[in-house]
């Protein structure tokens, strides 16, 4: 089974809307940390923002947010008041456990912001 | 502070050449991570070093892949001889332990093509 599934391979929003990128994992293990990267057409990978499993409180970065459903196992990316410099592939990861250091990667969703 | 330093950016070489590909880590970082981006197979973990010493490299392809970390300032990686098959994007990133969080960085990536 996956362990990591972005189910939107593609999506279209307009300019200055919200956008929610989808993100569901599996795992059994307690401890656990989630990521999520940009990449724009330029190729390099960004950071964007972290959520642990013990985290009280979704994570928020500027204008993006995690929205962490723990029951559901869903770690979803919102963007408020997306930009045209939004548009890129974006990715979801996952760490398994406290000394694991290898992530297990989304197969990512490209998103398109539409003036 | 300056990021994750990959050289070259671009390389185009002809098959059974030598390649070697470099990675300047984020200084003060401990882990150091080699990954290659395909769009058939996406991100794929081939290697990671932790204060210089090889950890996991069990997602290096064939013996013809070799990386090294003489010190905590510079890393490569090497492939000999290069196949067509090889040609991707090579991501170096780093990160600083910090637990389950230990976020990782990455270059700007060198993107191979093997003729």
């Known amino acids: 089974a996956q362990k990591i599934t972005q189910t939107q391979p593609g999506m279209f929003v307009q300019e200055k809307e919200a956008v929610t990128l989808d993100c569901t994992y599996d795992?059994?293990?307690?401890?656990?940390?989630l990521f999520w990267y940009k990449q724009p057409s330029s190729g390099e990978m960004i950071f964007l923002i972290y959520q642990g499993s013990y985290d009280q409180q979704n994570a928020t970065e500027g204008r993006y947010s995690l929205n962490f459903q723990k029951a559901r196992k869903s770690a979803n990316l919102v963007i408020s008041a997306s930009q045209l410099g939004d548009s890129a592939m974006y990715f979801c990861?996952?760490?398994?456990?406290?000394?694991?250091?290898?992530?297990?990667w989304g197969a990512g969703t490209k998103l398109i912001i539409k003036p | 502070d300056a990021g994750v330093i990959q050289s070259p950016r671009h390389e185009v070489t002809e098959m059974g050449q030598e390649v070697t590909l470099r990675c300047k880590p984020i200084s003060g970082h401990d882990y150091l991570f080699w990954y290659r981006q395909t769009m058939m197979r996406g991100l794929e973990l081939l290697i990671y070093f932790n204060n210089n010493v090889p950890i996991d490299d069990s997602g290096m392809p064939e013996d013809r892949f070799s990386a090294k970390m003489p010190n905590a300032s510079f890393s490569t990686l090497k492939i000999q001889p290069s196949e067509p098959r090889d040609s991707a994007v090579y991501f170096c990133a780093s990160s600083l332990w910090w637990g389950a969080k230990n976020i990782q960085y990455f270059g700007a990536g060198t993107r191979l093509s093997v003729l």
């Open positions: 990861a996952m760490r398994e456990g406290d000394s694991n250091y290898q992530l297990i």
């Open positions: 795992t059994s293990d307690p401890s656990y940390g």
